[in-house]
C-alpha cells in the first residue's frame, strides 16, 4: 500500500511570491491534515480537511490557505511568502473522519525555503 | 489552550538500558494521545496510542499508560536496541478542537552499543 505523498520534496522561493505544496493520501483515507514543523518551534497544525471541506485551522493567517480534491488529494497554498514561513510542511492522513482519535500517517513532507 | 511538554533532550542511552520519556499534557477536553516516531532520514510515524483514561498503548516494545490523575503518558521500553535510535514525539488531540493534533518538542534518542 503506498503512502502519503508530497510534492515537491525542496521549493525555493523569494520574499513576496506565492508557493504550491501538494500531497496525497493513502488511498481510501478521505482526511487530510496540514503541519508546518519551523526551526524552534515545533510542529504546529495548520489545516484539517475531510471530504473536501475545511473542519478546522490552526493560528495562522489568511495566507495560508488549501483546498481538497474530488479524489481527496490536497493543496496547500501560501501567499505574499515571508522568511519565516521557511519551514518543512507536513501532510499527513486517516481514514476514520474524527479528527480526534484518528492514527494519522505522515508523508516525507516539502522542505520550503524563502529567500 | 492545549499544550504537551516532554522532557528535554538528548538522551543517550546503553543499549539494553531501561527507557522513559516523560509526557505530560494540558487540555481543555478529554484527549487521545499518541507517540510518534521519526527514524533518521524517515518521516513521522504512529508508534502507539490511547484514547481514554487508563488504556495502555504498546508496540515494538514500547507502553505508555493514559494517567487522567496525573495527566500523564509517559513512553517506556524495558530493553532499548540501537535501532530505536529516533526522536520521540508526544502528542494529543483534544475533542474540543478536533483535526488539530498539539505535539511536544520531540525527544531525541541515541542508543549506543
Known amino acids: 500500500e503506498a503512502g502519503v505523498t508530497q510534492s515537491p520534496t525542496h521549493l525555493i522561493k523569494t520574499r513576496g511570491q506565492q508557493a504550491t505544496l501538494r500531497c496525497s493520501p493513502i488511498s481510501g483515507h478521505t482526511s487530510v491534515y496540514w503541519y508546518q514543523q519551523a526551526l524552534g518551534l515545533g510542529l504546529q497544525f495548520l489545516l484539517w480537511?475531510?471530504?473536501?471541506?475545511?473542519?478546522n485551522r490552526g493560528n495562522f493567517p489568511p495566507r495560508f490557505s488549501g483546498r481538497q480534491f474530488p479524489n481527496y488529494s490536497s493543496e496547500l497554498n501560501v501567499n505574499a511568502l515571508e522568511l519565516e514561513d521557511s519551514a518543512l510542511y507536513l501532510c499527513a492522513s486517516s481514514s476514520e473522519g474524527q479528527g480526534t482519535t484518528d492514527t494519522q500517517y505522515f508523508g516525507p513532507g516539502t522542505r520550503l525555503t524563502v529567500l | 489552550g492545549d499544550s504537551v511538554t516532554q522532557m528535554e533532550g538528548p538522551v543517550t542511552l546503553s543499549e539494553e538500558a531501561f527507557l522513559t520519556i516523560n509526557c505530560t499534557y494540558t487540555?481543555?477536553?478529554?484527549?487521545?494521545l499518541f507517540w510518534y516516531v521519526q527514524y533518521p532520514g524517515e518521516g513521522l510515524q504512529l508508534l502507539l496510542k490511547a484514547t481514554k483514561a487508563d488504556d495502555k498503548g504498546s508496540n515494538k516494545g514500547f507502553e505508555a499508560t493514559y494517567r487522567k490523575e496525573t495527566t500523564s503518558f509517559h513512553l517506556e521500553k524495558g530493553s532499548v536496541q540501537v535501532s530505536d535510535s529516533a526522536v520521540y514525539f508526544c502528542?494529543?488531540?483534544?475533542?474540543?478542537?478536533?483535526?488539530?493534533?498539539?505535539f511536544g518538542d520531540g525527544t531525541t534518542l541515541t542508543v549506543k552499543p
Open positions: 487540555a481543555t477536553g478529554y484527549p487521545s
Open positions: 502528542a494529543l488531540s483534544d475533542r474540543t478542537n478536533a483535526g488539530k493534533s498539539t
Open positions: 480537511y475531510d471530504e473536501g471541506e475545511e473542519r
